[in-house]
């Protein structure tokens, strides 16, 4: 599950431990333990040599602390289960559904960032390590969706850079 923020796409605590919500302690533990290895800044040192793919892996390894912290404790885990299922319900207006060729593209460094205009004149935006993060791959104008996770998706809510409008990004493998 994939919540969205005002500009950025973000991922709950149960997919950073890599746990279902039903999750029992044990299992968050071991979740814990497992991406703590992973993303550890002590492991990282000899194997990371660009400091911006440094800090990268620091905020994923304080994700993990802040999911640790949140889900271990019972109360603090009620409280996030009641917030979480809470910004699930809330309706979501969609002003328009766009594919992934319908979106303007650009090219920086590595990354590739699409985008959509807005009528406000501003932005909605997504870039490939978004997508990949959601398991969504491009290879050479081919979109591929990786198969190994339990949710495939096949449309993303985007919000604009500005105002409240948001765009359905409908993925399509077969492209």
């Not at 605590?13 to 071991?30: G, P």
């Not at 999911?67 to 979501?92: F, G, H, P």
Request: proline residues 2%; contains cysteine.
């Amino acid at each position: 599950m994939l919540l969205m923020g005002k500009n950025s796409i973000q991922r709950t605590h149960y997919d950073v431990l890599s746990v279902r919500e039903d999750a029992s302690y044990d299992e968050i533990r071991a979740g814990y333990r497992a991406a703590i290895l992973i993303s550890h800044p002590d492991k990282l040192h000899r194997k990371v040599d660009v400091l911006d793919l440094q800090h990268k892996q620091e905020e994923k390894f304080l994700d993990v602390q802040k999911a640790w912290e949140v889900l271990s404790d019972s109360k603090s885990r009620a409280n996030y289960d009641r917030e979480l299922q809470a910004s699930r319900q809330v309706v979501e207006v969609v002003y328009d559904e766009v594919e992934l060729g319908d979106m303007a593209m650009e090219t920086l460094d590595d990354v590739q960032e699409f985008f959509y205009q807005c009528r406000c004149g501003d932005y909605f935006l997504v870039t490939s390590l978004e997508l990949g993060e959601m398991g969504i791959s491009l290879h050479e104008n081919r979109v591929e969706i990786e198969t190994s996770s339990e949710l495939s998706p096949s449309s993303v809510l985007l919000p604009c850079g500005s105002c409240s409008l948001k765009i359905c990004l409908i993925i399509d493998a077969n492209r």
